[in-house]
Each structure stands twice: as structure tokens, then as C-alpha cells.
């Protein structure tokens, strides 16, 4: 079976500095990995993906995400954090032999706070 | 504009009162599921569809039933809901048939208590 863990359930960072959230996998095969970012009251927005190719993952919002196969990590990053950045983010993964069912398993979420 | 759109967005009900929570997507995707969002356990699937009268179960099935009888709708619905059911619903959709590698497009959220 598949999960996934994002073992903070946290992450305060001040405005302009770097941000990471982690995020580590377990598949029975190989992984199709995404972010997804969730702000208040509001619905879940993708961010990026991994399918295959480059380990280093752009998506929007200037996030980027690094696929570690050996580590099983795919965190999240940004080079300078916003105020705006503060929401939850949600990692999820997915089987690449599912092609069917197509469900998305997702970690717990981690809360993203940025201060001014 | 590209979206998935749930109603109601927020609903107030008693146990063992039938509810149905409608979706709809006007990307013309065929591909739609239901998840639940719980504290602390993320999102869970409750049933998928691949295309039109394609219905499967996902993680947490028992509870609820679906259908698909038009491409762009996927309403859950609630026989006899219980107030293990107060969670937080998604609609989501995505293109393709199998082996999709596209993102699933998520709707705005149903916040249900059944008290």
C-alpha cells in the first residue's frame, strides 16, 4: 500500500528567507508525486508534479520540488517565502501501475506560516 | 473559467436524513472522485469514476453511494447519514482515460456535520 508522511505538522520561516517542506513517500512500485497547496476555505490547488525525467520539480507560485528516489523524499521548496505563501500544503503520491483507480494518497498536511 | 463547483458548500443536517452533495466540472474530464478530509488524516478517497456509468469504490466507500450519468456531474450521496460522516468533502476531476499522468482539478469543499 502507499502513504505518504509530512513530519511536521508546522513550518514558520520569515519572509524572504528559504523555505522546505518535507515530504517522504512509500510505494510498492514507482511514484507519480504532486503539491498541493490549500488556503482558507478554499479548495485544493496543484503546484507541481514528478512523473518521470528531472528530479528537480518548477511549479507555480516559484515553487520547486526535488525527487530523491534513494531517500524517498520529494520536498517541497522556495527560494524566498511571501507572507502570502502561509496556507497548508499537502503532499500526495500515486502509483504509476494504477491507472484505473488513480487514487491519490496525501500526507496529513503541513502548515506553512510565514511572518512578516 | 476551468472548474469543478460543489453545492452546498456548507450543510447542517440529523442523523438518517438522506443528503445528496452535487459536483460538477465544465473541463469535460473524464475522470471524477470524492474524497473526505478528516484532521490529522489527510484526504481519503470515497469512490471514483473513470467515465460515464464507470463507478468504483475508493478507501472509505461504506456510507455513500454515487453515480455518473452525465459526463460533467458526480453527485455523492448520503442514505442514512451519521455523525461519523462530519467531515470535509472534494469533488475532484481530471482528464484522461487510463494511465493518466494529469493533476486532479479539486472543487471548493462541503463542510458537513450531521449532528
Known amino acids: 500500500a502507499q502513504s505518504v508522511a509530512q513530519p511536521e505538522d508546522q513550518v514558520n520561516v520569515a519572509e524572504g528567507n528559504p523555505l522546505t517542506v518535507k515530504c517522504t513517500y512509500s510505494?510498492?512500485?514507482?511514484?507519480?508525486l504532486f503539491w498541493y497547496v490549500q488556503y482558507p476555505n478554499r479548495g485544493l490547488q496543484f503546484l507541481l508534479k514528478y512523473i518521470t525525467g528531472d528530479n528537480l520539480v518548477k511549479g507555480s507560485y516559484g515553487f520547486e520540488a526535488e525527487f530523491n528516489k534513494s531517500q524517498t523524499s520529494f520536498h517541497l521548496k522556495k527560494p524566498s517565502a511571501l507572507v502570502s505563501d502561509s496556507a497548508l500544503y499537502f503532499c500526495a503520491v500515486r502509483e504509476t501501475w494504477d491507472t484505473g483507480r488513480r487514487a491519490l494518497t496525501f500526507g496529513s498536511g503541513t502548515r506553512l506560516q510565514v511572518q512578516p | 473559467e476551468a472548474q469543478v463547483t460543489q453545492n452546498p458548500r456548507y450543510l447542517i443536517t440529523v442523523t438518517g436524513k438522506k443528503l445528496t452533495v452535487t459536483c460538477s466540472q465544465n473541463?469535460?474530464?473524464?475522470?471524477m472522485s470524492w474524497y473526505r478530509q478528516d484532521p490529522g488524516l489527510g484526504l481519503r478517497q470515497i469512490y471514483y469514476?473513470?467515465?460515464?456509468?464507470?463507478?468504483d469504490k475508493g478507501d472509505v466507500p461504506e456510507g455513500y453511494k454515487v453515480s455518473r450519468k452525465e459526463k460533467r456531474n458526480f453527485p455523492l450521496i448520503l442514505e442514512s447519514p451519521s455523525p461519523n460522516q462530519t467531515s470535509l468533502y472534494f469533488c475532484a476531476s481530471s482528464f484522461g482515460g487510463q494511465g493518466s499522468t494529469y493533476e486532479q482539478y479539486f472543487g471548493p469543499g462541503t463542510r458537513l456535520t450531521v449532528t
Open positions: 469514476s473513470m467515465n460515464v456509468e464507470v463507478t
Open positions: 510505494v510498492s512500485g514507482n511514484p507519480y
Open positions: 473541463m469535460n474530464h473524464e475522470y
